[in-house]
């Protein structure tokens, strides 16, 4: 009995000094300090569409709810409370409810209340007589109605359909909630939060600042006392400096597949992840222009499209295949593989697919006689040339022969935009792994993204029915019907998603990089460093 | 000599006038504006709202207004405030001056310290191995690509040696930032030094030829009496201009050295600022830089006028 006894106080002891050993792992203090590949525009998340802000802001706010840091798959069952103690759904799935946290302190002290709320999102209805320079995630809320305040603690956002979704747009790091008594202007510049780490300075081309927030709502977080962040724009002189040590981490998704082993033969001791970039390369076609009007003509390229290639002479064969949604395993919406290759244009068989591909072209009245001119165009950045250059080189196989016209950056989507292309390379980034995010932005009529006008209400009536449907496995069937009839009509043929990586010294614990976005898990709250 | 200042410093102001027409000119023609970018930025293409920013920011203004506009605020010390970080624009510029001042000017000082002796060396042991040594190591310093031999720099400095840092913070004391600045200010001062190398043997060379010069071998001057006596000085003009073209390029062109380097300077600045169509930094930025040009081509001048009378004279 004695020794039962002990077996069973051993076992329990031995438990609790297991679960409570991270708890006492953790160390508090030091500097996180990392490069930035680039200078932000401002640093007001709301305003800007790209990671180069929401990184290193990220950590000043916080969000209603938020994606768990700490799980790497991103899905509606992962999403956890923030400033939000919870919140709750209303019968019919149109007012979702958010109960607040009391006692949160702004960063300037002023106390944070459901006003702010209503204040955050006046700004991204465009509602706000102050409001943002820039907007690019209203149509994340164009399904919001009205915005109404229970008492200073007490929020309900009022939908005019019942949309799952919304939650993820919320828990995203593109969604943090801004203060009432600060101006858009001054959010641009010195930033406010509630966040773990208030804002220091950020000193444009050179370094951002951020200090640990002593009254964090959060007890015990963060355990850093501050994040440095190193801005500088050459790609050598970051690796070399991450290489020295001068860094605890690289930038994200700093890395590409073929520096990723240079930088770990440099530095044995960095551990470096390849994950996706949640960006992915598409193929743009003119719809309306002649002899692109033409679907056979645009089926014919698509079926040109040799996915394995692109992969193995850019990603060193680690990209995968992949529809409108990021793929399995990461991503959460992806077809099954079977059912991604039995999509038109997917199929392993190229020559099969090829020879469908001439057939349709000498139908058209083409051949290697008589090829199809065309200008492929695409932006002067690398990630775009690249892959225009391997679709050139493929299309000549169906008697079309491109001609690359690199267009300055600036002037790329008022060229898009206007129709004066007939082929383009595009890039699209997705800020949340969830259609409604995605098929909302590039591929419903009247989207402003969806560059190359492609309008189908069959498919806006799909994606009008995913969004509102709450089981998550019927959606998911439908999503794939869209997926579907996305690469049945050749909307915006994907290519594939990008991946890259991130390094880090064994010092730095706690970094849990999200697998299906990258815009959700820099918050560096549960970031600490062993030294 | 008054006479001649007077019209040096009318062509400066002249000259200065016909920049700042230039380069706003120049940046108005160069597709896009901040508008374009900054949606461009945002994946937005919405039309209205970017005309908004236009009006916002005085773009939909026909080209002579916004000139005019500038000019005068110029004119009255305002700069302007940058689309970017919406900063007073000379809050942005003028903490990044004295970092590129303080790497130009060591790059000149390394280059005429290594470039003016070892050119004079060059020239009075010509055609000894010493000369071909030279020669060699001046061609190199011309051949080499300043951002390759900055990333040498880099890599033997930083990653194998560990003697320097990458250049993170401005260090408290001045000995410290000109020690720290001292390894790219030479690695951009090379090639100057290779250039005034150069120079200096070869209007050395043409000096020594010269009949004064044997003239005063003759008269049995010692070596060094007429080498720096009589030959270095009467060199030194075509010396002092390059010193001149290369002070201004130096302040102009340390784009490459401030980037691999990541010093946070002007140069860099500049790019960044360009690529941003951030038109009141781009503007006063190279402003300053001309202001810099014309006032070191106008202090050659006036060196030229102090070393040569029949300049002045001839004026």
Not at chain 1, 217 to 225: E, T
Not at chain 1, 464 to 473: M, V, Y
Not at chain 1, 476 to 497: C, G, M, N, S, T
Not at chain 2, 43 to 72: C, F, N, T
Request: glycine residues 6%.
């Amino acid at each position: 009995m004695g020794l039962r006894l002990f077996a069973v106080a051993t076992t329990i002891l031995t438990g609790a000094v297991l679960a409570a050993q991270p708890a006492l792992a953790q160390k508090h203090g030091g500097t996180l300090k990392y490069y930035h590949r680039d200078n932000p525009p401002t640093a007001s998340i709301h305003e800007e569409a790209t990671i180069s802000t929401v990184n290193p802001f990220m950590a000043v706010f916080n969000n209603l709810v938020l994606f768990d840091q700490s799980k790497p798959r991103e899905s509606l069952d992962t999403i956890v409370p923030d400033l939000a103690e919870s919140w709750s759904w209303s019968e019919d799935g149109k007012r979702l409810t958010f109960k607040l946290r009391q006692g949160v302190k702004w960063h300037d002290g002023k106390p944070f209340t459901a006003k702010d709320v209503g204040c955050t999102f006046d700004l991204l209805l465009g509602k706000a007589k102050d409001g943002l320079r820039l907007n690019p995630r209203q149509v994340w809320y164009q399904n919001v109605e009205n915005v109404r305040l229970d008492g200073d603690f007490e929020v309900t956002l009022e939908l005019k359909e019942p949309q799952p979704s919304l939650l993820a747009m919320l828990a995203s790091g593109y969604s943090p909630m801004y203060p009432c008594h600060v101006s858009p202007r001054e959010m641009r510049g010195k930033p406010i939060g509630t966040g773990p780490f208030r804002f220091v300075e950020f000193r444009r081309n050179e370094v951002i600042r951020l200090a640990r927030n002593p009254d964090y709502w959060k007890s015990g977080r963060p355990y850093l006392d501050a994040i440095e962040v190193r801005i500088i724009p050459s790609r050598s002189t970051r690796i070399l400096a991450f290489v020295a040590g001068e860094f605890d981490m690289t930038y994200d998704i700093d890395v590409t597949i073929p520096l990723m082993k240079d930088v770990q033969s440099q530095a044995p001791k960095a551990i470096c992840e390849l994950r996706p970039t949640g960006v992915y390369s598409n193929l743009l076609v003119n719809r309306e222009a002649a002899p692109f009007n033409d679907p056979k003509l645009r089926r014919a390229m698509a079926l040109a499209i040799d996915r394995k290639s692109f992969d193995e002479i850019l990603g060193q064969g680690k990209l995968g295949l992949s529809g409108a949604m990021q793929p399995l395993p990461e991503g959460f919406w992806g077809m099954p593989p079977d059912a991604l290759k039995s999509l038109p244009g997917y199929s392993d068989d190229m020559e099969k697919r090829l020879a469908e591909a001439q057939a349709i072209m000498r139908e058209l009245g083409y051949g290697p006689d008589k090829p199809l001119r065309v200008k492929i165009s695409t932006r002067d950045i690398g990630d775009y040339r690249d892959p225009a250059v391997i679709l050139i080189d493929q299309l000549k196989k169906i008697y079309v022969e491109g001609e690359l016209e690199v267009v300055d950056t600036t002037l790329w989507h008022r060229k898009v935009t206007r129709g004066d292309y007939s082929v383009g390379m595009n890039l699209t980034g997705i800020g949340v792994d969830d259609p409604d995010v995605n098929f909302g932005e590039n591929y419903t009529c009247h989207s402003e993204r969806n560059y190359n006008h492609y309008c189908n209400p069959e498919v806006d009536g799909l994606i009008a029915a995913q969004s509102r449907e709450p089981d998550i496995n019927k959606r998911k069937q439908l999503v794939w019907q869209i997926e579907r009839k996305l690469a049945e009509d050749v909307a915006r043929p994907v290519i594939h998603f990008l991946r890259a990586a991130n390094c880090w010294y064994p010092h730095v614990k706690g970094l849990v990089l999200h697998q299906n976005s990258i815009y959700n898990d820099a918050r560096y709250e549960d970031v600490w460093l062993d030294r | 000599m008054g006479r001649y200042l007077i019209r040096r410093l009318l062509l400066m102001l002249l000259t200065l006038f016909g920049i700042s027409v230039i380069i706003f000119v120049l940046l108005r023609i160069v597709p896009g504006n901040i508008a374009d970018i900054l949606f461009d930025a945002a994946g937005m293409v919405s039309a209205a709202d970017k005309h908004k920013l236009e009006v916002e920011l005085g773009l939909d203004q026909p080209i002579v207004i916004q000139y005019l506009h500038w000019i005068g605020n110029l004119a009255r010390g305002d700069f302007g405030y940058t689309y970017v970080s919406e900063q007073p624009a000379l809050q942005e510029i003028l903490p990044r001056i004295p970092v590129t001042a303080k790497l130009a000017g060591l790059a000149l000082l390394f280059s005429i310290l290594l470039g003016v002796p070892l050119g004079i060396l060059s020239a009075v042991r010509q055609d000894t191995a010493l000369d071909y040594v030279l020669r060699v190591l001046s061609l190199s310093g011309l051949s080499l690509p300043s951002f390759w031999l900055g990333l040498l720099i880099l890599m033997g400095f930083v990653q194998y040696l560990g003697w320097i840092p990458i250049y993170n913070e401005k260090p408290a004391r001045l000995l410290d930032e000109l020690l720290l600045l001292s390894i790219p200010a030479a690695a951009v001062g090379f090639r100057s030094s290779a250039l005034v190398m150069r120079l200096t043997r070869s209007s050395m060379l043409e000096v020594l030829r010269q009949d004064y010069i044997r003239t005063a071998r003759a008269k049995g001057a010692s070596p060094a009496a007429v080498n720096y006596d009589h030959a270095l000085r009467n060199a030194m003009l075509p010396i002092i201009t390059i010193i001149g073209i290369e002070a201004a390029f130096l302040v102009g062109g340390l784009i490459v050295t401030e980037t691999v380097f990541n010093i946070p300077g002007v140069a860099r600045f500049l790019v960044d600022a360009i690529r941003w169509r951030d038109y009141p930094v781009v503007q006063s930025l190279v402003m300053f830089v001309a202001v810099v040009v014309v006032s070191v081509n106008f202090l050659v001048d006036m060196t030229y006028a102090v070393l040569d009378p029949r300049i002045r004279y001839e004026n």
